[in-house]
């Protein structure tokens, strides 16, 4: 399955007021690391990842994730 995944799917890896919203998300981009689903991003979502604050857009958490693999719609 194809999933398109805007911004706020990548920032919530960050929502640090609702833990179980930071596990849903890692559990969704395990699924797609893993090859279960297939990520899709546009280049408006990395565009805006690159605006970022540089704290969030080195994190392992999401930026090289995001890079790596999604393919840009």
């Known amino acids: 399955m194809r999933l398109y995944l805007d ?3 990548i920032g919530a890896l960050f ?3 609702m833990p179980e ?3 849903i998300t890692r559990a969704l981009l ?3 690391v893993e090859g279960k689903h297939a990520g ?3 280049s408006v979502v ?3 990842i690159d ?3 540089e704290e969030l ?6 930026m090289p994730v995001a890079r790596r693999h999604f393919a840009e719609e």
């Open 51 to 53: 605006r970022c604050p």
């Open 57 to 62: 857009s080195t994190s392992e958490q999401a």
């Open 7 to 9: 911004t706020s799917v």
């Open 30 to 32: 395990e699924s797609i």
């Open 15 to 17: 929502d640090e007021e």
């Open 21 to 23: 919203r930071i596990k």
């Open 40 to 42: 899709v991003i546009s």
């Open 46 to 48: 990395l565009e805006e």
